[in-house]
C-alpha cells in the first residue's frame, strides 16, 4: 500500500511538471509571437511617418518611393496577421 501511495504522488507531481511545462511554454509562445507584431507596427508606422515626410518635402518620385515602401510593409503586417491566425 505505502510504495502505491508513494508511485501515485510521484506520477502526479511528473504529470504536474508536464502540464505546467506547456502551459508556460504555450503563454511563452504567444508573449513572443504578440511582441514580434508589435515591433512590426512600430516599424509600420515610422514608415507612414518617412512617407508623409516624404512627401511634404521631397519631389514626388521619391515620395512615391517612400509611399511604396510603407504599402510593401502593409501587406507583410498582414501577411503576418493571416499567417499567425
Known amino acids: 500500500m505505502k510504495t ?3 508511485i501515485a504522488i510521484i506520477g ?3 504529470a504536474g511538471l508536464v502540464v505546467g511545462g506547456i502551459c508556460v511554454g504555450t503563454y511563452f509562445g504567444r508573449f513572443v509571437g504578440d511582441s514580434l507584431v508589435s515591433l512590426k507596427q512600430l516599424e509600420y508606422v515610422e514608415s507612414g511617418d518617412a512617407a508623409f515626410d516624404a512627401y511634404k518635402e521631397q519631389g514626388s518620385a521619391i515620395a512615391v518611393y517612400a509611399l511604396t515602401r510603407h504599402l510593401q510593409k502593409l501587406d507583410d503586417i498582414i501577411k503576418i496577421q493571416k499567417d499567425g491566425a
Open 4 to 6: 502505491r501511495s508513494l
Open 12 to 14: 502526479s507531481f511528473i
